[in-house]
Each structure stands twice: as C-alpha cells, then as structure tokens.
C-alpha cells in the first residue's frame, strides 16, 4: 500500500514538473514556433493536468486511495496519449517536450 502511494505522489509530482516545464518555454525563446506551444498549453488545460496532480498529491499524501487514484491515472493517461500524439507529429518544434512525455508514459507503466 506505501508503494502505491509513493508511485501516485511521483506520478503527481512528474505531472506538476511537466505543466511547469511548459509554461517556462512559454515565456522563453526556445521554441521557434509559439502557436504550437500554445496549443500544447490548451491541451494541458483541456484534460485538466494541474487539477488531476493536485487531486493525487491529496489524496494519496496519507493513505492510499485505490479507487480515485486509478481513476484519476485513467483520466490522465486519456490526456496524455493525444498530447503525445501531438508532439510526435510535431517533432521539429516540439522535441524538448518528448523525454518528459516519456517518463510520464514510463511512470504510467507502472499502474498497469
């Protein structure tokens, strides 16, 4: 049961970094294309990334929660696969984004 927890709390912790990570080179110069950047973003808020971090950090910070956890890593895991379609097919423009969205995919992994 701890392990389940400490992999929710890392997966939260993961997705917070990501959403982060996204914002940071929105403001900066390292991405030549900011229209698909910004669309990037609205996927992040479309699927609800900050709220379904938030939601694992507190559940899971005391005890595990199976049920809501595993249904909020479905939630997430159904936003991630466009959001890495999308940086696939944008490659060029959006390779920084592709290693932290393999480590989410790695770390989904892990509740399967």
Same mark, same amino acid.
């Given at each position: ?10 997966? @939260? ?25 910004? $669309? ?9 990334? $900050?709220?379904?971090? @938030?939601? *694992?950090?507190?559940?899971? $910070?005391? @005890? ?7 249904? *909020?890593?479905? *939630? ?15 490659? @060029?423009?959006?390779? *920084? ?16």
């Amino acid at each position: 049961m701890e392990y389940n927890m400490r992999k929710a709390l890392l997966l @939260s912790e993961n997705i917070e970094a990501f959403i982060t990570f996204i914002s940071k080179h929105q403001e900066g110069s390292l991405v030549s294309e900011k229209d698909k950047l910004y $669309q990037l973003k609205l996927f992040i808020e479309e699927y609800k990334f $900050q709220m379904i971090a @938030s939601e *694992l950090k507190r559940i899971n $910070q005391f @005890s595990w929660d199976e049920k809501y956890s595993l249904y *909020l890593v479905g *939630l997430f895991k159904k936003g991630l696969i466009p959001i890495a379609e999308y940086i696939e097919r944008n490659y @060029s423009a959006l390779f *920084l984004f592709s290693g932290r969205v393999h480590i989410l995919n790695s770390l989904l992994g892990v509740f399967e």
